[in-house]
Protein backbone atom coordinates (compact mmCIF):
# COMPACT_ATOMS: atom_id res chain seq x y z
CA UNK A 1 0.00 0.00 0.00
CA UNK A 2 1.20 3.56 -0.96
CA UNK A 3 1.07 6.10 2.04
CA UNK A 4 1.71 9.74 1.15
CA UNK A 5 2.29 12.97 3.69
CA UNK A 6 0.70 16.13 2.28
CA UNK A 7 2.54 18.82 4.94
CA UNK A 8 -0.30 21.59 6.31
CA UNK A 9 1.52 24.57 5.28
CA UNK A 10 1.69 27.74 7.41
CA UNK A 11 2.36 30.81 7.22
CA UNK A 12 0.89 32.67 10.83
CA UNK A 13 3.97 34.23 12.81
CA UNK A 14 2.45 32.13 15.74
CA UNK A 15 4.55 29.39 15.03
CA UNK A 16 4.75 26.05 17.44
CA UNK A 17 8.18 24.68 18.76
CA UNK A 18 9.31 21.91 17.26
CA UNK A 19 7.58 23.05 13.57
CA UNK A 20 9.79 22.77 10.50
CA UNK A 21 10.35 24.71 7.92
CA UNK A 22 8.91 24.04 4.08
CA UNK A 23 11.87 23.33 1.65
CA UNK A 24 13.42 26.07 4.12
CA UNK A 25 11.53 28.70 3.09
CA UNK A 26 8.82 31.07 4.39
CA UNK A 27 6.27 28.80 5.47
CA UNK A 28 6.12 25.83 8.07
CA UNK A 29 4.07 22.65 9.25
CA UNK A 30 3.47 20.77 12.34
CA UNK A 31 1.52 18.43 11.34
CA UNK A 32 0.51 16.21 7.26
CA UNK A 33 -1.99 14.72 5.90
CA UNK A 34 -1.15 11.16 5.62
CA UNK A 35 -3.17 9.13 2.68
CA UNK A 36 -3.59 6.17 1.79
CA UNK A 37 -4.20 5.19 -1.72
CA UNK A 38 -7.45 4.09 -1.98
CA UNK A 39 -7.68 4.07 2.01
CA UNK A 40 -8.26 6.37 4.72
CA UNK A 41 -7.26 9.85 5.27
CA UNK A 42 -5.85 11.22 8.82
CA UNK A 43 -3.63 14.36 10.26
CA UNK A 44 -0.72 13.19 11.59
CA UNK A 45 2.00 15.23 13.69
CA UNK A 46 5.57 15.23 12.75
CA UNK A 47 6.39 12.38 15.33
CA UNK A 48 4.36 10.27 12.76
CA UNK A 49 6.14 10.85 10.03
CA UNK A 50 9.40 8.53 8.20
CA UNK A 51 12.28 11.15 8.67
CA UNK A 52 13.13 10.54 5.23
CA UNK A 53 9.99 12.30 4.39
CA UNK A 54 10.56 14.68 6.92
CA UNK A 55 13.64 15.98 5.38
CA UNK A 56 12.35 15.50 2.10
CA UNK A 57 9.80 18.29 2.67
CA UNK A 58 12.09 20.18 4.78
CA UNK A 59 15.20 20.90 3.72
CA UNK A 60 16.01 23.94 2.04
CA UNK A 61 16.43 23.52 -2.12
CA UNK A 62 19.89 23.87 -3.67
CA UNK A 63 20.25 27.70 -6.25
CA UNK A 64 19.30 26.33 -9.34
CA UNK A 65 20.20 28.70 -12.49
CA UNK A 66 21.28 31.67 -9.96
CA UNK A 67 17.72 31.14 -8.40
CA UNK A 68 17.44 30.75 -4.38
CA UNK A 69 14.22 29.80 -3.12
CA UNK A 70 13.92 31.80 0.08
CA UNK A 71 11.27 33.72 -1.47
CA UNK A 72 8.79 32.60 -4.25
CA UNK A 73 10.20 33.62 -7.66
CA UNK A 74 8.00 34.54 -11.01
CA UNK A 75 8.95 33.09 -14.09
CA UNK A 76 7.78 35.57 -17.13
CA UNK A 77 6.09 33.70 -20.02
CA UNK A 78 7.29 34.67 -23.45
CA UNK A 79 5.97 32.63 -26.47
CA UNK A 80 7.32 33.27 -29.60
CA UNK A 81 4.86 31.64 -31.47
CA UNK A 82 1.54 32.68 -34.21
CA UNK A 83 -0.77 30.47 -32.26
CA UNK A 84 -0.29 30.44 -28.15
CA UNK A 85 -3.72 30.85 -26.22
CA UNK A 86 -3.05 33.92 -24.35
CA UNK A 87 -0.01 36.11 -26.05
CA UNK A 88 0.24 34.33 -29.75
CA UNK A 89 1.26 35.99 -32.42
CA UNK A 90 2.16 39.34 -30.20
CA UNK A 91 5.75 38.67 -29.31
CA UNK A 92 6.53 36.37 -32.48
CA UNK A 93 8.65 39.07 -34.18
CA UNK A 94 12.35 39.11 -32.97
CA UNK A 95 12.01 43.25 -31.71
CA UNK A 96 8.50 42.61 -30.25
CA UNK A 97 10.00 39.37 -27.93
CA UNK A 98 12.65 41.78 -27.19
CA UNK A 99 11.18 44.15 -26.02
CA UNK A 100 8.39 42.24 -23.95
CA UNK A 101 11.58 40.36 -22.60
CA UNK A 102 13.18 43.69 -21.31
CA UNK A 103 9.98 44.45 -19.76
CA UNK A 104 9.47 41.80 -17.45
CA UNK A 105 12.75 41.79 -16.16
CA UNK A 106 11.98 45.37 -15.40
CA UNK A 107 8.67 44.63 -13.83
CA UNK A 108 10.60 41.58 -11.92
CA UNK A 109 10.54 38.98 -13.46
CA UNK A 110 12.86 36.67 -12.34
CA UNK A 111 12.77 34.25 -14.97
CA UNK A 112 12.24 34.24 -18.26
CA UNK A 113 10.22 31.14 -20.04
CA UNK A 114 10.44 31.61 -24.03
CA UNK A 115 8.67 28.59 -25.96
CA UNK A 116 8.23 28.56 -29.47
CA UNK A 117 5.55 25.60 -29.59
CA UNK A 118 2.23 26.08 -28.56
CA UNK A 119 1.04 23.36 -25.94
CA UNK A 120 -2.45 24.71 -25.56
CA UNK A 121 -5.25 21.74 -26.03
CA UNK A 122 -5.78 20.68 -29.49
CA UNK A 123 -1.70 21.95 -30.76
CA UNK A 124 -0.28 20.63 -33.54
CA UNK A 125 3.61 19.76 -33.25
CA UNK A 126 6.03 22.17 -34.78
CA UNK A 127 8.90 20.72 -36.68
CA UNK A 128 12.33 21.19 -35.05
CA UNK A 129 13.62 23.71 -37.37
CA UNK A 130 10.86 26.16 -37.75
CA UNK A 131 11.23 25.61 -33.28
CA UNK A 132 14.61 26.74 -33.46
CA UNK A 133 14.08 29.57 -35.62
CA UNK A 134 11.66 31.00 -33.66
CA UNK A 135 13.29 30.58 -29.92
CA UNK A 136 17.21 30.70 -30.65
CA UNK A 137 17.91 33.77 -32.07
CA UNK A 138 15.53 35.14 -29.08
CA UNK A 139 17.54 33.99 -26.72
CA UNK A 140 20.89 35.06 -28.14
CA UNK A 141 19.44 38.52 -28.20
CA UNK A 142 18.05 38.43 -24.69
CA UNK A 143 21.23 37.33 -23.07
CA UNK A 144 22.90 39.56 -25.13
CA UNK A 145 21.57 42.23 -23.06
CA UNK A 146 19.91 40.57 -19.93
CA UNK A 147 21.68 38.26 -17.18
CA UNK A 148 18.49 37.52 -16.48
CA UNK A 149 17.90 33.44 -16.26
CA UNK A 150 16.13 31.81 -19.14
CA UNK A 151 14.11 28.73 -19.55
CA UNK A 152 13.35 26.86 -23.30
CA UNK A 153 10.23 25.58 -22.72
CA UNK A 154 10.27 22.66 -25.24
CA UNK A 155 9.49 18.58 -25.54
CA UNK A 156 12.45 18.09 -27.78
CA UNK A 157 16.46 17.70 -28.02
CA UNK A 158 17.40 19.73 -30.95
CA UNK A 159 15.85 22.86 -29.97
CA UNK A 160 16.86 22.57 -26.19
CA UNK A 161 20.39 21.98 -27.87
CA UNK A 162 19.96 25.27 -30.00
CA UNK A 163 18.72 27.36 -27.05
CA UNK A 164 20.99 26.13 -24.08
CA UNK A 165 24.10 27.20 -26.89
CA UNK A 166 22.34 30.49 -27.38
CA UNK A 167 22.52 31.35 -23.26
CA UNK A 168 19.74 29.60 -22.02
CA UNK A 169 20.25 28.20 -18.72
CA UNK A 170 17.05 25.59 -17.87
CA UNK A 171 15.19 23.47 -20.19
CA UNK A 172 11.23 23.61 -19.72
CA UNK A 173 9.95 20.13 -20.61
CA UNK A 174 5.88 20.12 -20.47
CA UNK A 175 6.83 16.06 -20.72
CA UNK A 176 8.88 15.02 -18.74
CA UNK A 177 11.06 13.48 -20.81
CA UNK A 178 8.52 11.78 -22.46
CA UNK A 179 8.00 13.07 -25.41
CA UNK A 180 11.79 13.27 -26.73
CA UNK A 181 13.57 10.77 -24.72
CA UNK A 182 17.16 11.63 -26.26
CA UNK A 183 16.19 15.21 -24.34
CA UNK A 184 17.55 14.22 -20.58
CA UNK A 185 20.66 12.57 -22.03
CA UNK A 186 21.13 16.44 -23.84
CA UNK A 187 19.95 18.15 -20.40
CA UNK A 188 22.38 15.80 -18.61
CA UNK A 189 25.48 16.39 -20.74
CA UNK A 190 24.68 20.23 -21.02
CA UNK A 191 25.02 20.29 -16.79
CA UNK A 192 21.31 22.13 -17.27
CA UNK A 193 18.89 22.07 -14.83
CA UNK A 194 15.71 21.14 -15.80
CA UNK A 195 11.61 21.47 -15.23
CA UNK A 196 9.51 18.50 -15.21
CA UNK A 197 6.12 18.69 -15.91
CA UNK A 198 3.06 16.34 -15.52
CA UNK A 199 0.61 16.12 -18.82
CA UNK A 200 -1.85 13.22 -19.98
CA UNK A 201 -1.40 12.87 -23.17
CA UNK A 202 -0.27 14.34 -26.03
CA UNK A 203 -1.62 18.39 -26.53
CA UNK A 204 -3.75 17.48 -29.91
CA UNK A 205 -5.73 15.19 -28.09
CA UNK A 206 -5.20 15.71 -24.43
CA UNK A 207 -8.48 17.33 -23.05
CA UNK A 208 -10.17 14.90 -24.71
CA UNK A 209 -11.61 12.88 -21.58
CA UNK A 210 -8.74 13.05 -18.86
CA UNK A 211 -8.97 9.68 -16.33
CA UNK A 212 -7.30 9.64 -13.08
CA UNK A 213 -7.45 7.05 -10.56
CA UNK A 214 -6.54 9.75 -7.64
CA UNK A 215 -5.25 12.97 -10.19
CA UNK A 216 -3.47 14.38 -6.57
CA UNK A 217 -1.36 10.76 -6.13
CA UNK A 218 -1.34 9.79 -10.21
CA UNK A 219 0.40 13.13 -10.83
CA UNK A 220 2.88 12.84 -7.73
CA UNK A 221 4.05 9.27 -8.71
CA UNK A 222 4.52 10.37 -12.28
CA UNK A 223 6.65 13.00 -11.17
CA UNK A 224 8.52 10.85 -9.17
CA UNK A 225 9.22 8.55 -12.17
CA UNK A 226 10.19 11.07 -13.95
CA UNK A 227 12.46 11.99 -11.23
CA UNK A 228 13.98 8.79 -11.21
CA UNK A 229 14.35 8.73 -14.91
CA UNK A 230 16.37 12.14 -14.89
CA UNK A 231 19.03 11.23 -12.57
CA UNK A 232 19.32 7.55 -13.64
CA UNK A 233 20.43 9.98 -17.06
CA UNK A 234 23.08 11.72 -15.26
CA UNK A 235 20.99 14.93 -14.02
CA UNK A 236 21.24 15.59 -9.93
CA UNK A 237 18.43 15.55 -8.23
CA UNK A 238 19.52 19.16 -6.67
CA UNK A 239 18.80 20.59 -10.33
CA UNK A 240 15.11 19.20 -10.91
CA UNK A 241 12.56 21.19 -10.72
CA UNK A 242 8.84 19.57 -10.48
CA UNK A 243 5.02 21.17 -11.83
CA UNK A 244 1.88 19.06 -11.45
CA UNK A 245 1.15 20.50 -15.27
CA UNK A 246 -2.01 22.51 -14.65
CA UNK A 247 -4.36 22.42 -17.53
CA UNK A 248 -2.64 19.55 -19.56
CA UNK A 249 -4.98 16.57 -19.83
CA UNK A 250 -6.97 17.30 -16.85
CA UNK A 251 -10.31 18.61 -16.00
CA UNK A 252 -11.14 22.21 -14.02
CA UNK A 253 -11.85 19.87 -11.14
CA UNK A 254 -8.39 17.98 -11.86
CA UNK A 255 -6.87 20.77 -11.57
CA UNK A 256 -8.64 22.21 -8.35
CA UNK A 257 -7.88 19.05 -6.74
CA UNK A 258 -4.19 19.52 -7.83
CA UNK A 259 -3.86 23.08 -6.21
CA UNK A 260 -5.69 22.24 -3.14
CA UNK A 261 -3.47 19.49 -2.81
CA UNK A 262 -0.28 21.32 -4.33
CA UNK A 263 1.93 21.13 -0.80
CA UNK A 264 2.21 17.58 -1.24
CA UNK A 265 4.71 17.94 -4.20
CA UNK A 266 6.93 19.39 -1.60
CA UNK A 267 7.83 15.73 -0.40
CA UNK A 268 9.47 14.97 -3.82
CA UNK A 269 12.71 17.22 -2.43
CA UNK A 270 12.60 19.54 -5.42
CA UNK A 271 11.25 23.11 -5.82
CA UNK A 272 7.60 22.91 -7.02
CA UNK A 273 6.77 25.21 -10.31
CA UNK A 274 3.05 26.06 -10.79
CA UNK A 275 1.79 27.49 -14.40
CA UNK A 276 -1.85 28.48 -13.89
CA UNK A 277 -1.87 32.01 -15.32
CA UNK A 278 -4.82 33.19 -17.74
CA UNK A 279 -5.45 29.05 -17.76
CA UNK A 280 -9.48 27.82 -19.02
CA UNK A 281 -10.18 26.43 -15.75
CA UNK A 282 -10.42 30.55 -14.50
CA UNK A 283 -12.16 31.19 -17.24
CA UNK A 284 -14.93 28.71 -16.16
CA UNK A 285 -14.59 29.74 -12.13
CA UNK A 286 -15.00 33.13 -13.17
CA UNK A 287 -16.83 33.94 -16.14
CA UNK A 288 -14.09 35.34 -18.01
CA UNK A 289 -14.01 34.33 -21.43
CA UNK A 290 -11.34 36.10 -22.91
CA UNK A 291 -7.48 34.72 -21.08
CA UNK A 292 -6.22 38.21 -21.28
CA UNK A 293 -9.46 38.80 -18.54
CA UNK A 294 -8.04 36.77 -15.98
CA UNK A 295 -5.66 38.33 -14.63
CA UNK A 296 -7.01 39.04 -11.18
CA UNK A 297 -8.03 34.91 -11.01
CA UNK A 298 -4.80 34.35 -12.20
CA UNK A 299 -3.23 36.14 -9.18
CA UNK A 300 -5.59 34.70 -6.95
CA UNK A 301 -4.23 31.25 -7.37
CA UNK A 302 -0.93 32.57 -7.06
CA UNK A 303 -1.48 33.92 -4.01
CA UNK A 304 -2.86 30.51 -3.16
CA UNK A 305 0.57 29.12 -4.11
CA UNK A 306 2.74 31.29 -2.07
CA UNK A 307 0.59 30.32 0.94
CA UNK A 308 1.44 26.51 0.13
CA UNK A 309 5.37 27.12 -0.29
CA UNK A 310 5.51 27.28 -3.80
CA UNK A 311 8.54 28.49 -5.10
CA UNK A 312 8.34 29.62 -8.59
CA UNK A 313 4.88 31.03 -10.46
CA UNK A 314 4.61 30.90 -13.86
CA UNK A 315 2.92 34.16 -15.12
CA UNK A 316 2.32 36.31 -17.93
CA UNK A 317 1.66 39.33 -15.30
CA UNK A 318 4.91 40.14 -13.50
CA UNK A 319 4.14 43.82 -12.28
CA UNK A 320 0.49 42.66 -10.64
CA UNK A 321 1.51 39.16 -9.17
CA UNK A 322 4.54 40.88 -7.78
CA UNK A 323 2.83 43.62 -5.93
CA UNK A 324 -0.15 41.29 -4.92
CA UNK A 325 2.64 38.98 -2.90
CA UNK A 326 4.23 41.53 -1.94
CA UNK A 327 1.09 43.13 0.08
CA UNK A 328 0.03 40.14 1.12
CA UNK A 329 3.46 38.69 2.51
CA UNK A 330 3.22 42.10 4.53
CA UNK A 331 -0.74 42.02 5.47
CA UNK A 332 -0.07 38.65 6.54
CA UNK A 333 3.43 38.75 8.65
CA UNK A 334 5.42 36.55 6.79
CA UNK A 335 8.73 36.61 8.42
CA UNK A 336 11.75 37.82 6.10
CA UNK A 337 10.01 37.50 2.53
CA UNK A 338 11.75 39.52 0.30
CA UNK A 339 10.51 39.83 -3.23
N1 LIG B 1 1.96 25.81 -19.44
C1 LIG B 1 2.10 26.13 -20.72
C2 LIG B 1 3.36 26.03 -21.36
N2 LIG B 1 4.45 25.64 -20.68
N3 LIG B 1 5.46 24.96 -18.65
C3 LIG B 1 5.35 24.62 -17.35
N4 LIG B 1 6.43 24.24 -16.66
N5 LIG B 1 4.15 24.68 -16.71
C4 LIG B 1 3.01 25.07 -17.33
O1 LIG B 1 1.92 25.08 -16.69
C5 LIG B 1 3.07 25.40 -18.72
C6 LIG B 1 4.34 25.34 -19.36
C7 LIG B 1 0.92 26.55 -21.52
O2 LIG B 1 0.72 27.92 -21.43
P1 LIG B 1 1.28 29.02 -22.45
O3 LIG B 1 2.75 28.90 -22.68
O4 LIG B 1 0.90 30.34 -21.86
O5 LIG B 1 0.50 28.80 -23.78
P2 LIG B 1 0.79 27.92 -25.08
O6 LIG B 1 1.08 26.51 -24.68
O7 LIG B 1 -0.46 28.05 -25.89
O8 LIG B 1 2.00 28.50 -25.79
Redesign the pocket.
Known sequence: MSIYYRPIVQTDPCRPQGALPVAGGWCWFSHAERIERGGARSLVPLTCIPPAVLHAISAPRATIAGLTWDAPRLMG?L?V?PD???D?GKFNAPEAALARAAAMVEEGADILDI?GE???PG?ETVPDDVEIARTAPVIAAIRAGQAVPISI?TRKSAVARAALMAGASLV?D?AAFTHDPGLAALTAGMGAPV?L?HAQGDPKTMQTAPVYDDVLLDVYDFLADRIAVATAAGIPRNRIIV?P??GFGKTPDHNLALLRGISLFHALGCPV?L?ASRKRFIGVISGAEAAADRAAGSVAVALGAVMQGVQIL?VHDIALTKQAIRVQSVVIGIEGLKI
Do not use: E, K, P, Q
Request: net charge neutral; aromatic share 4%; hydrophobic share 30%.
Open positions: INTSFSGGSTRADNVCMDGILGR
